[in-house]
């Protein structure tokens, strides 16, 4: 398996998944991410010699991207550039990372011989801001007037800020190369994330960035009124999500899938704050901000598409992640502490 972005969060988490199943990993990585050699560093202490890290960037890489494509039977793209805010005060290098560098990779395989199947990790922001949507306010959470099992694959797209436009861009043209190429290509509109590994900033990674808040006493912002309500899922079960699309590739190719949570796992971040007071008995300093571009008020994905054809569930109950998520980041508190210093 390539892994692009096989440094990041998301990357290590399943390069470790793999190695573990004994499959040949490659990490094609550019190291933007800041942090991310501590992901490999682990890697390298608990599976030494068991995968390759080619450094490259898929912008600019093409070649390295071809000569991977024939050598893998799967290739996972998680390269990207991944903040909002980000993407808003650089649309371009937004665009080259996370449009070009997806146009490359599937260059890559279309030239290829071997055709090896894609995973893409695209995001829920390519359904925008839902204005569609009636939403209803209560007093510590936003809820959909009608959407009761969540969005499904059928909303409309709506991109909406640089990263919204580049990652959706990206979702088409790797949906459309199923369809026009016959590649393996599956598109996976992933909710947040959260779970070990995680070196959550502001900008992106908000689960890990307020327990790490809360662990080392740092303040922070809500952007909005703290209301807005997401469905969360839990690391290992995206991975399992992309294991299944392999096993079931003669589904899932050509498909896209929204991944989340789900209903059952969705919390406002007032009710993620309660949680930490209450049950966990921990208090972070904040203070309240304007919205940011493209933030929704809700975002709950409907799960059906992905449990039908992969049988796949989000099976992580919410609390028990977020507790699975602080054990890791107090056992990995030097490494914090050393980061965010
Ligand atoms: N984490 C989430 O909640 C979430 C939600 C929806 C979608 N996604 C998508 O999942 C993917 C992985 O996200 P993540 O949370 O692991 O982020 P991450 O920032 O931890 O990982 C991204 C990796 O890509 C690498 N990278 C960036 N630009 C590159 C380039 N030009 N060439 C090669 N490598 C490059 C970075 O160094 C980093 O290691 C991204 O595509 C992101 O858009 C993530």
């Not at 992933?190 to 959550?200: A, D, P």
Request: glycine share 10%; proline share 2%.
């Amino acid at each position: 398996m390539l892994i692009t972005g096989g440094a990041g969060f998301i990357g290590v988490n399943a390069a470790e998944h793999f190695i573990k199943k004994g499959w040949g990993v490659t990490i094609f990585d550019n190291f933007s991410r800041k942090g991310v050699e501590l992901n490999i560093a682990f890697l390298e202490k608990n599976y030494p010699g068991k995968f390759t890290v080619t450094r490259g960037d898929v912008r600019t890489d093409s070649d390295a991207l071809k000569t991977a494509a024939d050598a893998h039977d799967v290739i996972l793209h998680l390269a990207a550039q991944v903040a909002v805010t980000t993407s808003v005060k650089n649309p371009r290098e937004d665009f080259g990372v996370n449009a070009l560098g997806t146009f490359n990779v599937l260059e890559a395989i279309r030239e290829s011989k071997r055709k090896p199947i894609l995973l893409y990790a695209s995001t829920n922001k390519v359904y925008g801001g839902l204005e569609g949507q009636k939403v209803i306010e209560e007093a510590d959470h936003y809820r959909f007037a009608n959407l009761q099992g969540g969005v499904t694959e059928e909303e409309l797209l709506d991109f909406h800020s640089p990263y919204g436009c580049s990652k959706g861009a990206a979702d088409q043209y790797v949906r459309d190369y199923a369809r026009l190429y016959d590649l393996k290509t599956v598109v996976f509109r992933q909710s947040c994330i959260y779970g070990q590994h995680q070196f959550g900033i502001e900008d992106q990674g908000w689960v890990a960035w307020f327990l790490i808040a809360a662990l080392l006493g740092r303040p922070i912002q809500i952007y909005g009124n703290g209301k807005q309500v997401r469905d969360l899922l839990f690391i290992d079960d995206l991975i399992h999500a992309y294991d299944a699309a392999i096993e079931n590739i003669s589904t899932a190719a050509g498909q896209i899938y929204n991944l989340g949570g789900g209903p059952n796992n969705a919390l406002s971040l007032l009710q993620f704050f309660a949680f930490l007071k209450n049950d966990l008995g921990m208090t972070i300093s904040s203070s309240f901000a304007d919205w940011r571009p493209g933030d929704q008020p809700i975002f709950i994905s409907d799960n059906s598409k992905a449990g039908n054809d992969l049988h796949w569930t989000a099976a992580t109950e919410v609390h028990a992640g977020i507790r699975t998520l602080l054990q890791w980041l107090r056992d990995n508190k030097a490494d914090i502490e050393k980061f965010y210093s």
